[in-house]
């Protein structure tokens, strides 16, 4: 069971994530209903898979804004609450749950992030390895978030520099390793745009 220092379990989030580990073949990972402390979903509990484009579009804010590119957003708090576990590519590192064989059968976490990331990551390599990635609607805790001293800005950047890495990571053949390396600059600095915004906004 992983779950962030600043992170409240609800009652009955632990049985419900380990019922529902057991009764799955592995390798897989089961990942809580991650709410506000308002008890609203929090963005990135439940997730698309994050590609370059899907990143690019889902941080910019174009994948909701523009027509057409809806299948693009890799955030689902929006979308209709599943009755029970379903399959969701990409689950939120802040609670989840996993057996420890499969965690160390997939490498376990890729200590070569940061911050950020290395919940997508482990997400990705169960994928890779046929397991099962499922968000569980009834396990819930709620997560503070934003507690951190370190300022936005920091945050985000560290957020881009790992989704960069990650998608060098995973790709395949020459042609998507020199595409990777193309938009990693690209990356970063669509990450860095997101917290210089919210300043602008939050300005009267």
């Given at each position: 069971m992983f779950l962030n220092p600043d992170a409240f379990l609800q009652p009955g989030c632990i049985a419900e994530l380990v019922r529902e580990v057991e009764t799955r073949a592995s390798p897989c990972i089961v990942g809580g209903r991650v709410l506000n402390a308002d008890r609203t979903e929090q963005r990135g509990a439940r997730r698309g898979d994050i590609t370059p484009m899907s990143a690019l579009l889902s941080l910019s804010g174009l994948a909701r804004r523009l027509p057409g590119l809806g299948r693009y957003e890799v955030h689902w708090e929006d979308e209709t609450l599943p009755e029970g576990?379903?399959?969701?590519?990409?689950?939120?590192?802040?609670?989840?749950?996993?057996?420890?064989?499969?965690?160390?059968?997939?490498?376990?976490?890729?200590?070569?992030?940061?911050?950020?990331?290395?919940?997508?990551?482990?997400?990705?390599?169960?994928?890779?390895?046929?397991?099962?990635?499922?968000?569980?609607?009834?396990?819930?805790?709620?997560?503070?978030?934003?507690?951190?001293?370190?300022?936005?800005?920091?945050?985000?950047?560290?957020?881009?520099?790992?989704?960069?890495?990650?998608?060098?990571?995973?790709?395949?053949?020459?042609?998507?390793?020199?595409?990777?390396?193309?938009?990693?600059?690209v990356i970063v600095a669509t990450a860095l745009v997101r917290p210089l915004m919210w300043r602008m906004k939050a300005r009267p």
């Open positions: 576990a379903a399959p969701a590519p990409t689950i939120s590192g802040a609670c989840f749950c996993m057996r420890r064989s499969d965690f160390d059968a997939v490498g376990g976490f890729d200590e070569g992030y940061f911050l950020h990331v290395e919940d997508v990551d482990l997400c990705w390599r169960v994928r890779e390895a046929g397991g099962e990635v499922l968000f569980h609607p009834k396990a819930e805790v709620v997560h503070l978030g934003h507690t951190s001293l370190a300022s936005p800005l920091k945050v985000e950047f560290h957020k881009g520099v790992g989704l960069a890495r990650y998608f060098r990571k995973r790709a395949a053949g020459v042609g998507q390793q020199a595409l990777a390396w193309l938009l990693s600059p």
